[in-house]
């Protein structure tokens, strides 16, 4: 059976980037905010750019944080989208969907936000599948996740945070894929063939 | 380690690109996404596709430019020019723009870096700042450097990034089309005192004047045209000589 993947339609930023990025691979993804075509979905992508609370509260208001919650398919969260998988977000003091037992904090030193390349480390996730040690991704990003037991790929910013997370069926990415020329594509066809 | 980044800036006239890569024979003349995919390929960090079209009537013509560009290239990319109020912003978000670049319209109205940074995020907006040295002070222009202004180069600085821009593009017309180099002190003194990242702009001729720019100017980024556009410097000699001297560059 074909693929047939959903990207959560909600209040945030740029979500069509990754529609493009999909289809710069050949592969057609529906942008969605209803219930019943993401749960049937056979792989969801949760990108996003914006802020954690008010884009919490709309996910409530349309039922969608207990939807993706419980959702046992491939998920990929991208950059908000791996924050509000968190337990709790600093930005604008949220409860998040809790995906992955951590926060978010703040960033409190360096140049705010991490803008531009920054290298992938320790990577261990099939989303690295045939990437070179070092490989360079693209982040924009005030807020992020401490390295914990969910961490798959780390980077350096004024310390060392969590660039990408893993929970059973759930993976995320703080950088952008879709941003992050062909090695960001790559993680986007790993995903898609996970 | 967070990278330093090299921009190719790419002139854009009613829709098409006019100053973009002059010396490959691109099939199209002009396509916004031959030029800006060369340039990816050669390991540009980011594009800066620059409106410099006259007529309002034209204008819309960006718009088609940028959802193209979006669909093909696979690196974050900037739009300036043709942004005088919010909805000017939004229409290039939703054609797919990473960021937008504001300068002259939000000197006449400083307010809209508050409405686009509270609407977008700060993210997505760098404010440009054309800035040269009048009887020892740093004044700021508008509108192409033909209009000064009242402000002064750092106090401007200062005021954009507290309503909420997010990366400042700071060219200093001295400098600009000389090619002898950024302004290297003045770029310090922006990326020491503001906790947002600069871009460098104006003066590249040879790649000392970027490795420059980083150690000395303590830019977060450069942003060059001619010297890339005419084949002076290729990007990819370009990172090979920055990461020889030490300065992170993705390769």
């Known amino acids: 059976m074909a693929d047939n993947i959903a990207i959560v339609k909600y209040n945030a930023g740029n979500i069509r980037s990754v529609d493009f990025a999909l289809r710069r691979l050949g592969i057609k993804a529906e942008i969605t905010d209803d ?21 919490m509260e709309y996910l409530r208001r349309k ?23 968190c337990g709790y977000s600093e930005e604008g003091d949220t409860e998040c969907l809790g995906i992955f037992n951590t926060v978010v904090q703040k960033f409190i030193t360096g140049k705010v936000p ?3 390349w920054n290298m992938l480390e320790d990577t261990r996730s099939e989303l690295f599948r045939g990437m070179a040690a070092g490989s360079w991704v693209y982040y924009v990003h005030s807020y992020f996740v401490p390295e914990n037991t969910h961490t ?38 790993n995903f898609i063939s996970l | 380690m967070l990278s330093k980044r090299i921009i190719p800036c790419l002139d854009v006239l009613d829709g098409k690109v006019v100053k973009g890569v002059n010396f490959v024979n691109l099939k199209e003349i002009g396509d916004p996404v ?4 060369w340039y990816s390929e050669q390991g540009a960090d980011e594009l800066v596709y620059l409106d410099i079209t006259a007529t309002h009537e034209k204008r819309k013509l960006l718009a088609e430019l940028v959802k193209k560009v979006a669909e093909k290239i696979n690196i974050p990319f900037t739009v300036g020019g043709g942004v005088n109020q919010l909805q000017d912003a939004d229409a290039l978000l939703s054609a797919g723009a990473d960021k937008i670049s504001v300068n002259s319209a939000v000197l006449l109205n400083p307010s809209l870096i508050d409405q686009i940074a509270k609407s977008f995020g ?12 009048v009887d020892g002070r740093w004044i700021v222009y508008r509108n192409g450097g033909r209009i000064t202004t009242d402000h002064e180069l750092f106090e401007w600085a200062s005021e954009v990034w507290m309503r909420g821009a997010g990366e400042i593009l700071f060219t200093s017309m001295d400098h600009d089309g000389v090619k002898e180099g ?15 990242p600069v871009i460098a702009s104006g003066g590249a001729g040879a790649p000392e004047h970027f490795l420059e720019a980083f150690t000395e100017g303590k830019a977060d980024a ?8 005419y084949n002076e410097i290729s990007i990819t000699g370009l990172k090979d000589y920055l990461k020889n001297h030490n300065v992170p560059v993705r390769l």
């Open chain 1, 35 to 55: 219930s019943a075509r993401i749960r049937a979905a056979s792989k969801v992508i949760f990108p996003g750019v914006g802020e954690a609370s008010g884009t």
């Open chain 1, 63 to 85: 039922g969608l944080d207990v939807v993706i919650r419980r959702l046992s398919q491939p998920v990929l969260g991208i950059c908000l989208g791996m924050q509000l998988m």
């Open chain 1, 114 to 116: 991490h803008m531009g």
């Open chain 1, 152 to 189: 798959v790929a780390t980077s350096y910013y004024n310390g060392r945070f969590s660039a990408a997370m893993q929970r059973d069926n759930f993976f995320a990415t703080q950088f952008h894929p879709e941003k992050s020329g062909s090695y960001g594509e790559l993680i986007l066809k």
């Open chain 2, 34 to 37: 031959d030029h800006g995919k």
């Open chain 2, 122 to 133: 700060s993210q997505f907006l760098v404010v440009a700042i054309d800035a040269k040295k």
């Open chain 2, 182 to 196: 950024y302004a290297c002190k003045e770029l310090a003194m922006l990326s020491e005192t503001l906790p947002i």
């Open chain 2, 222 to 229: 450069a942003l060059a045209a001619s010297v890339f556009h």
